[in-house]
């Protein structure tokens, strides 16, 4: 439970207030790099932390990100010319580069130094690995970039990123994924022999066991196995300030998943996998292009950055919910598909859940755990302008989440110390999820 302040400084992420600032100090993933596809595309309207921006990519490539409202007057630049190296508003045909320089102003006399004197509010972007980055933050030098395994694998070994659209506050959507309890439950099947795809353990009751770290925090959550004697830890990590890696399944497989706050009521779900094996194929390129194709896929977006990445199945239609499946195969008539079944429950808390309501548990502890060191990490920072240490040291990043077997007693902080590392040298400790 929390207080009603304390929800408010944990989710609210507009500028100004403690966590937008906190969020500021990150280079955040915002959108596919699939969205610019080529030099001097139509800019395209992004919408990051409460704040309305228009983003394009010039001629040589780069990708700007400025704030929609021209400099000038106001008008928006989702309408402007993307031309020679620059976005120019059409209203009066003020033009600006990548980094909200403005280097024409042609309806003002030709000796009139005015443009100089004039910047588009702009951050800087990286584009790596089919996503775009940005950093909105205070610093004239953004600190470095995150060198999560996903960024610094080859172009070619990493998928195409799968994203959704979420109509609640990233806080609520993040807490999924450090909650192991709820895959013995939304994520379960009705029977092992089901061909719908679940989980089906025989211990639903996982023991949590927290380590804090100096990026965030990482748990073990146990669960004694198949097998007697041989306990189940599922490992899974929180970087700060909104990444998650869950339990590793795949021998090959590294990731990271975002959820991005576009507000305080929407979030955008970036889920980056790579392989450490090979390059991705062509045919899995293009399976990963709409992961919700079986569930009605996604909806035709509009210029509003609310509606892309938005799927059929939603909120206002119950997710297309079947309660045949439900009634004979799955926990929920829902298809375990990226995290709809997931969303199902984090939407439908409301747009900001009221956790002065909420009743935890002891597998609630990691959820307890994050709230707190995001809030105490947006007070360190308002109160004595301190920002967490993995702002400025990108390779705290270089983790991997563990999913190990182990007897009873065995620690799974010593066993997994290294496979925790991204460059310890040793191979992904996994162990098959869902069937
Ligand atoms: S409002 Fe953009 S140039 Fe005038
Ligand atoms: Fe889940």
């Known amino acids: 439970m929390l207080s009603r302040e304390d929800n408010e400084l944990l989710c609210r992420v507009g500028r100004g207030t403690p966590m937008g600032e906190l969020l500021r100090q990150y280079w955040l993933p915002c959108l596919p790099s699939t969205e610019l596809p080529g030099p001097d595309g139509p800019p395209k309207k992004v919408r990051l932390l409460g704040e309305d921006l228009v983003a394009f990519r010039d001629t040589q490539g780069r990708v700007g990100l400025v704030a929609e409202n021209c400099p000038h007057r106001g008008a928006s630049l989702f309408f402007g010319r993307n031309e020679d190296c620059g976005l120019r508003c059409v209203y009066h045909g003020w033009k600006f580069d990548v980094t909200g320089r403005c280097v024409d102003m042609p309806n003002e006399p030709a000796e009139s130094l005015f443009k100089d004197k004039v910047r588009a509010r702009a951050y800087p972007c990286r584009d790596v690995n089919g996503v775009v980055w940005t950093y909105m933050g205070p610093r004239t030098e953004a600190p470095p970039f995150p060198a999560f395994e996903i960024n610094t694998l080859p172009p070619e070994q990493v998928y195409p990123p799968l ?110 996998r790579g392989r450490l094996d090979r390059a991705v194929t062509d045919q899995e390129r293009e399976q990963t292009r709409n992961p919700f194709a079986a569930w009605g896929g996604y909806l035709e977006p509009t210029s509003d950055p609310r509606t892309r990445h938005y799927t059929k199945a939603n909120i206002h239609n119950d997710y297309l919910v079947d309660r045949r499946l439900a009634r004979e195969e799955l926990m929920i008539g829902i298809p375990f598909l990226v995290n709809l079944q997931d969303r199902a429950m984090t939407e439908t808390m409301g747009p900001i859940y009221d956790r002065t309501q909420e009743h935890l548990g002891t597998t609630d502890a990691m959820v307890i755990y994050v709230r707190r060191r995001l809030i105490e990490a947006a007070r360190a920072l308002r109160d004595q302008g301190v920002a967490p240490a993995n702002v400025d040291d990108a390779s705290m990043c270089r983790v991997r989440p563990a999913s190990v077997l182990l007897p009873e007693g065995d620690s799974w902080i010593s066993a997994t110390e290294k496979s925790r590392q991204s460059d310890a040298g040793v191979p992904i400790a996994w162990v098959p999820f869902a069937q």
């Open 163 to 272: 994203v959704m659209m979420e109509e609640c506050n990233w806080v609520q959507a993040l807490e999924g994924d450090i909650d192991s309890s709820h895959i013995d439950y939304v994520h379960a099947k009705l029977r092992a022999d089901s061909k719908q795809r679940g989980t089906f353990h025989r211990d639903k009751q996982p023991r949590l066991e927290l380590l804090p770290t100096d990026y965030g925090a990482c748990y073990s959550a146990r669960r004694r196995w198949d097998v007697d004697g041989l306990f189940w830890h599922r490992i899974t990590q929180f970087i700060m300030p909104f990444f998650s890696m869950i339990a590793a399944s795949d021998p090959n497989v590294v990731s990271a998943r975002a959820w991005v706050p576009l507000d305080d009521d929407h979030n955008l779900q970036i889920m980056m």
